[in-house]
């Protein structure tokens, strides 16, 4: 019969703390200066802030902070995001934990990451606060060149290499998108994100693939009438929206 063993708390080591950093990355689009209408220069951008403590002060870093006793790793993320940019994203997701020792001047400090897809709109919103002295959106290849804090470069090429992959995989375009767009604009999100993708049969193969089927409808009027937009375009190009369809894709078919 096994008996029930006491064992003193001190005899396991904690971490001092267990902050979230969050990634946040957006899209910016700059209209073109021509006469002939088309698509704006979009660019993949990152969110950073500028420190104001120690330690790191002063240099660029991913928003976050240390978790409260009463709250779950998601709900830090949140509220950290709120409270040093006053932006809360729709889309947050977990990417890792990262606790390689030396990362922190503080201690041994186990950080959950996460990453945060922000549609440009919503960046008239942010505002510095809490650690942060200054919001900065950089391109993400200038990001990935500045010594961040921590381990946040890591953290930051880890944080692409998601998104890249989900972009091709997942629906998460939706998130850079308005709702309704055309294949156009959807087709140079991508592309933004992932450059190298090339898909010459993009808007057949996205419609009409079986396994794909039902990931977009047409926008249709009050009236039950085709709606179209020629914002980008001399003619007017058929206007989709994501339906809440999520496909199983598999690897070997």
């Known amino acids: ?3 029930a063993t006491t064992v003193a708390p001190g005899k396991y080591r904690t971490p001092d ?47 976050g902070g240390f978790s409260e006793p009463a709250e779950s790793m998601y709900e830090c993320a949140k509220r950290e995001l709120r409270e040093e940019t006053g932006i809360v994203p729709q889309h947050l997701e977990y990417l890792n934990v990262y606790s390689r020792l030396g990362r922190d001047p503080r201690g ?24 942060a002295s200054e ?33 091709l995989t997942t629906t998460i375009a939706k998130e850079l998108l308005p709702e309704q767009f055309t294949m156009s604009e959807l087709y140079h999100v991508i592309v933004t994100v992932v450059p190298e993708f090339e898909e010459k049969n993009f808007i057949r193969k996205i419609t009409s693939t079986q396994s794909r089927k039902g990931i977009l409808e047409e926008v249709r009027d009050h009236y039950g009438q ?28």
Do not use: C
């Not at 993400?140 to 998104?163: C, G, M, Q, Y």
């Not at 914002?231 to 690897?251: N, V, W």
């Open 108 to 131: 041994w400090m186990i950080s959950h990451a996460f990453v945060a897809l922000l549609n440009e709109a919503h960046l008239a919103y942010r505002s510095a606060g809490d650690d």
């Open 135 to 167: 919001l900065g959106l950089f391109s993400v290849e200038e990001a990935l060149k500045l010594p961040l804090a921590f381990d946040h470069n890591e953290i930051l090429k880890d944080a692409l290499d998601r998104v890249r992959q989900k972009m």
């Open 226 to 253: 085709l709606k179209g937009s020629n914002r980008y375009s001399q003619r007017t190009a058929q206007l989709y929206r994501f339906t809440d369809y999520q496909p199983q894709l598999s690897i070997y078919s």
């Open 1 to 3: 019969m096994n008996r």
């Open 17 to 63: 703390g267990a902050p979230a950093d969050i990634v946040i990355f957006t899209i910016t689009s700059t209209e073109r200066k021509s006469k002939k209408k088309s698509l704006p220069r979009r660019e993949l951008k990152v969110l950073l802030i500028r420190r104001k403590n120690w330690p790191f002060e002063g240099q660029w870093a991913l928003p």
